[in-house]
């Protein structure tokens, strides 16, 4: 499954990567259930920013997508910021 962060009037990346750390840790803790049965998940993101150049929700879509694949060809459980010049 995939799913979509937004994150609004973020001043500086250093927060949106705080974030996907954060994002990481608790999708990677392990999930008991019953007591009996532990669910191990992990979590691959992509980051990707508009910055100064106009709002465009398909690139900034196809950035955070082309990074978070990077990850999984790299492991998994971490995140990759998009080159804002890809797509």
């Not at 799913?3 to 705080?18: P, W």
């Not at 990707?48 to 990077?70: E, K, T």
């Amino acid at each position: 499954d995939e799913f979509i962060v937004l994150l609004k009037d973020l001043t500086h990346q250093d927060k949106a990567e705080a974030i996907a750390t954060k994002i990481i840790a608790q999708a990677t803790a392990p999930l008991i259930i019953n007591e009996r049965v532990t669910v191990h998940i992990g979590a691959s993101i992509g980051i990707s920013s508009s910055g100064p150049q106009a709002f465009d929700v398909d690139r900034l879509l196809r950035q955070a997508d082309g990074a978070m694949y990077q990850v999984k060809q790299h492991g998994r459980n971490a995140y990759r910021v998009a080159d804002p010049s890809s797509v």
